[in-house]
């Protein structure tokens, strides 16, 4: 594990009071909680949890940088193919999901607004208080007639037309943890030991199992013994929920992960579950908690099949880099006006579009109904076979 920044006496506070939280939920659980319920409270419970606490998140003075954040070209690009379906759905609407710094959302209004093909409204909802007040402040920047159309909201609208945007959302569900062998399969969880959290195995309950040895099937192979990973039980109803309230449109879900044969690739033995703390990643979710981000890895092959048994379509699956130059971003580098600009656009180009950086390990899937065109995000790549 990299040496991570020592914590400062606000941060100590904070996470030692989350972290006594969470072992009162322990100890009125029977001394052990799943991971999926771990990893709730570490970012989500009120006030405390990772993601509802006041601290900065993305950018330099943050823990980790998201696409929108590292080039406006991102989403510039994702502008480019929003204008596309709301042409095809006149007087839809774009729903975004976790909106970040709101730097997406003001780009993507300024963007929309110079292709003449602005959303009818443009709703965020934000599961953070602080989070949501930080979007405000950015887009209030905006001229009026952009500002006016953006709204919070705390439940999803229905009926929905248009399109539903998440950028790194998914990665953020709560999954459980698992530890295969030939005849068992563990719950891998967490306990409480002398006041400090420790990982704990239990047998699994019947929904984990049933979904470790579905995995198993589908892989062709049961997983070795020892094998360790996450499976996130809960994207199946967080898409269904999605799909429940668009009448018509597409979802654009951007995050890191991988198809299910890769994810769960016998080398990949440990899983897939990151920590970001000040730009340090590093694998250990039960320190510093309520003040690092606690990630895992998106299984797009589970979220494809999601959305099929919800009624939608695949209509696509490509890698940012794929994304960005089918989207038309070497037409945006064009523009640039001299040379200064082409080359701080081409340095942040670079970052987005390399493999080694966010190019391959970012990806986008689309799902969508009652969509005919072809999405321009797949002109360049399209991966649905090897979901």
Not at 61 to 87: H, K, M, N, Y
Not at 188 to 212: E, F, H, I, K
């Amino acid at each position: 594990m990299p040496m991570l920044p020592a914590l400062n006496e606000a941060e100590a506070a904070h996470s030692a009071a989350l972290l006594q939280r969470i072992t009162q939920r322990i100890a009125a659980a029977g001394g052990f909680i799943d991971f999926a319920t771990f990893m709730e409270l570490a970012l989500y419970a009120p006030g405390l949890g990772y993601y509802s606490a006041g601290s900065a998140k993305l950018g330099a003075a943050g823990d980790f940088t998201t696409a929108p954040e590292v080039s406006s070209l991102f989403a510039r690009c994702v502008a480019r193919q929003c204008a596309q379906i709301l042409r095809e759905i006149p007087g839809g609407g774009i729903l975004e999901l976790g909106a970040g710094t709101g730097s997406m959302a003001a780009t993507l209004l300024v963007e929309l607004a110079a292709l003449q093909a602005l959303p009818a409204r443009y709703d965020i909802l934000e599961v953070s208080a602080d989070l949501a007040q930080r979007q405000r402040e950015h887009l209030d920047a905006l001229p009026e007639a952009l500002r006016s159309r953006v709204r919070w909201l705390q439940q999803l609208p229905a009926p929905l037309r248009g399109v539903i945007v998440a950028n790194e959302v998914l990665d953020a569900l709560p999954c459980r943890r698992f530890v295969a062998a030939a005849d068992l399969i563990e719950d891998l969880g967490v306990t409480s030991v002398a006041g400090a959290l420790a990982w704990a195995r239990r047998p699994a309950d019947a929904a984990l199992n049933a979904a470790v040895r579905g995995l198993g099937a589908a892989l062709g192979e049961p997983l070795a013994g020892g094998y360790t990973s996450e499976l996130c039980l809960l994207a199946d109803p967080w898409i269904a929920s999605l799909a429940g309230v668009l009448e018509r449109g597409v979802m654009l879900l951007f995050d890191y992960g991988l198809p299910q044969a890769q994810y769960y690739h016998p080398d990949r033995r440990s899983g897939t579950l990151t920590c970001h703390f000040k730009h340090r990643a590093h694998f250990d979710p039960l320190i510093q908690v309520g003040v690092q981000d606690i990630t895992a890895w998106v299984d797009f092959s589970r979220v494809a099949l999601a959305g099929q048994a919800a009624g939608l379509e695949v209509l696509g699956f490509c890698t940012q880099a794929g994304f960005l130059l089918g989207a038309g971003i070497d037409e945006l580098l064009g523009e640039a006006q001299d040379v200064s600009e082409q080359a701080r656009l081409a340095g942040e180009a670079r970052r987005l579009l390399m493999p080694g950086e966010m190019g391959e390990a970012f990806k986008l899937l689309a799902l969508g109904r009652g969509c005919a065109a072809p999405l321009i995000s797949f002109r360049h790549q399209d991966l649905r076979d090897s979901l």
